[in-house]
């Protein structure tokens, strides 16, 4: 389901695509598409309160990795923000739990934006 790319980062394959490009723009002249508010990749940590993201990958060591993934923050899962005030713990909801993290802990979890 879930492949491992590099020290300890895992992506979902069907929900990444590399460098946004689609397989008919590889290689054309056009500049690469630009991130929107909407589908955006980001860190869990630059959503805002009541924002709702898809997990599409996760960094950091094993321990990271083996905790994050027992707190249901594996790719696919979709986590909404509750509480964020741009410092001290991120307050999330994955799968009905609401979970309290660190910023380096939200920062190491990236997210596809749902738009609103």
Same mark, same amino acid.
């Given at each position: 389901?879930? &492949? /491992?790319?590099?020290?300890? @980062? #895992?992506?979902? +394959? ?5 460098? %946004?490009?689609?397989? @008919? @723009? $590889? ?19 630059? =959503?805002? +309160? %009541? ?13 990271? =990795? ?8 594996? +790719?696919?899962?979709? $986590?909404?923000?509750? @509480?964020? #005030?741009? &410092?001290? +713990? ?13 910023? %380096?802990?939200?920062?190491?979890? /990236?997210?596809?934006? &749902?738009?609103?």
């Amino acid at each position: 389901m879930s &492949r /491992k790319f590099g020290r300890g @980062q #895992y992506r979902s +394959p069907e929900l990444v695509r590399v460098s %946004g490009t689609s397989p @008919q @723009q $590889v290689g054309d002249s056009a500049p690469a598409p630009t991130a929107t508010s909407n589908g955006e990749n980001v860190s869990l940590s630059a =959503l805002h +309160p %009541g924002e709702t993201g898809v997990v599409v990958e996760l960094a950091g060591g094993r321990g990271l =990795l083996g905790r994050m993934t027992s707190l249901g923050f594996t +790719p696919g899962a979709e $986590v909404t923000v509750v @509480q964020n #005030y741009g &410092r001290g +713990p991120l307050i999330a909801r994955v799968r009905g739990a609401r979970i309290a993290l660190g910023r %380096g802990e939200a920062g190491g979890v /990236k997210v596809r934006r &749902r738009p609103v």
